[in-house]
Nanobody, 111 residues
């Protein structure tokens, strides 16, 4: 069974940047779409960005122009570049392919 492992989270000041990584244990990102989700304390999990197998992307309105999803098929890795971070971006970020979820990585943005 394919597994996903996120990394790259941390504590950053507002206006800063982070790049999250999602590494798969198998070659799936070139076959299936991958999503980044986030869940803030007390809130529902929300879809942040999607990258299809064909390379199309889609973003939540709240992150458009600030976040970029991309992948490196050779490394079985999908990235989420997050720029101009805001305190409201604070959440646990997860990647997902089909019904497979990673364990999440915490992003905390201080004001």
């Amino acid at each position: 069974q394919v597994r996903l492992l996120e990394s790259g989270g941390g504590l950053v000041q507002a206006g800063g940047s982070l790049r999250l990584s999602c590494v798969a244990s198998g070659t799936i990102f070139s076959i299936f779409a991958v999503d980044w989700y986030r869940q803030a304390p007390g809130k529902q999990r929300e879809l942040v960005a999607t990258l299809t197998a064909g390379g199309s992307t889609n973003y939540a309105d709240s992150v458009k122009g600030r976040f970029t999803i991309s992948r490196d098929n050779a490394k079985n890795t999908v990235y989420l570049q997050m720029n101009n971070l805001k305190p409201e971006d604070t959440a646990v970020y997860y990647c997902r392919v089909l019904s497979i979820w990673g364990q999440g990585t915490q992003v905390t943005v201080s004001s």
